[in-house]
């Protein structure tokens, strides 16, 4: 059975208030009793209530995290970084999984706020400012990750809108036509940036009437397998996915059809999950910081949470991530080098030969 803090006492015939002074660095205890007290603690093995101490300090040293889905080696990047600050600052994570669904995400806030959380980071596809907004008036703090569900809280996200330009105008110079686009939830933050740039890209391009093909789902390997036949259908030579996972099942429908990427079809992904550079055709895509993103939110959540009502007097803070451009394979990059290759081994021998002729001449 634990030790409890009546057990100390009674064998050191002090009082439990006494005690709990000395074990929690309070004032009216003596060095010499404090000394004392901590040594026949540690040796008894003596453990905090947790529970009992966050009633006193006002403070549980949890934190919670939300997020979309377990199995995406995106979103666990974000929740591995979250951890690795929170532990190296006193804190513990609470891991909570909404698997894409707005009541379960619903119940994960609730169950949080029962285990007396500090803060919580949300990754959501579907919360609305009133869920965060019933957190904060129990005294949580919120940090939104990677979505933006409301201004009046703080975010740290990617730079959506330029990883998707970068992207997509890459995609036009390896002469892609016929685009479309597998893209996720339509009304989340990351899919509105990411369309945005596609049709300011294309505008660009001149390139809008080729741009019909657009289609809406939630982001997963089966809906990129079972999405790629109908865009097929449609005309589409290439297609733009929401992320790397989509693009994944994009590539093995391609595989199971026997058709030939790039050359038949040109696919680009997001996220550059690292099973991208390891495929038969690697992908192209685009570096989203995920570890750091999730390292960043539990900073900025700790520092709100550690800042206490001061935080709430000042305004919240957006803190946005660059990501950048991983050209590989998967659009034809590779058929692009060889051609310019062979134009410039015949300008090269046209030019030799104009020169020999000229000096016959």
């Not at 026949?40 to 947790?50: E, I, L, Q, R, V």
């Not at 669904?101 to 919360?127: F, W």
Request: hydrophobic residues 35%.
């Amino acid at each position: 059975m634990p030790i409890r803090i009546t057990d100390i006492a009674k064998a050191l015939k002090v009082n439990a208030a006494t005690v709990s002074r000395a074990l929690n660095g309070q004032q009216g205890v003596s060095e010499e009793k404090r000394s004392q007290i901590i040594a026949y603690s540690k040796k008894m093995g003596y453990s905090p209530n947790a529970l009992a101490r966050s009633l006193i300090t006002k403070h549980s040293k949890l934190i919670g995290i939300i997020l979309p889905d377990l199995n995406s080696p995106y979103y666990a990047g974000i929740a591995s970084g979250a951890g690795d600050y929170a532990v190296k600052h006193g804190y513990n994570l609470i891991l909570c999984n909404s698997a894409r669904s707005r009541e379960t995400e619903k119940q994960n806030l609730q169950i949080l706020a029962r285990h007396r959380v500090d803060g919580i980071i949300i990754v959501s596809l579907s919360a609305v400012c009133s869920d965060l907004q019933e957190m904060s008036n129990l005294g949580i703090r919120v940090v939104q990750a990677d979505n933006i569900i409301s201004p009046r809280f703080s975010s740290v996200t990617n730079n959506n809108y330029l990883g998707a330009y970068v992207l997509i105008e890459h995609m036009i110079k390896c002469n892609w036509s016929k685009i479309a686009c597998i893209l996720g939830n339509s009304h989340t933050y990351t899919t509105k940036e990411r369309y945005r740039a596609f049709l300011d890209v294309t505008k660009k391009y001149e390139i809008s009437d080729n741009c019909n093909q657009i289609i809406y789902t939630d982001s997963t390997f089966d809906n990129g397998y079972k999405l790629t036949s109908t865009l097929l259908e449609k005309g589409a030579d290439s297609i733009f996915c929401i992320n790397d996972v989509v693009a994944l099942g994009v590539l093995k429908f391609c595989q199971d059809n026997h058709i030939k990427v790039p050359h038949e079809l040109k696919v680009a992904g997001y996220d550059d999950l690292d099973v991208s550079s390891m495929i038969n055709i690697p992908l192209t895509t685009v570096h989203q910081h995920k570890h750091f993103l999730g390292y960043e939110a539990a900073r900025q959540l700790i520092s709100e949470i550690e800042l206490g009502e001061e935080s709430e007097k000042s305004s919240s803070v957006k803190i946005k991530l660059e990501p950048y451009l991983v050209a590989r394979e998967s659009c034809g990059e590779n058929l692009l080098h060889w051609r310019q290759v062979c134009r410039n081994l015949f300008e090269s021998n046209f030019l030799t030969d104009a020169r020999a002729q000229s000096d016959r001449c």
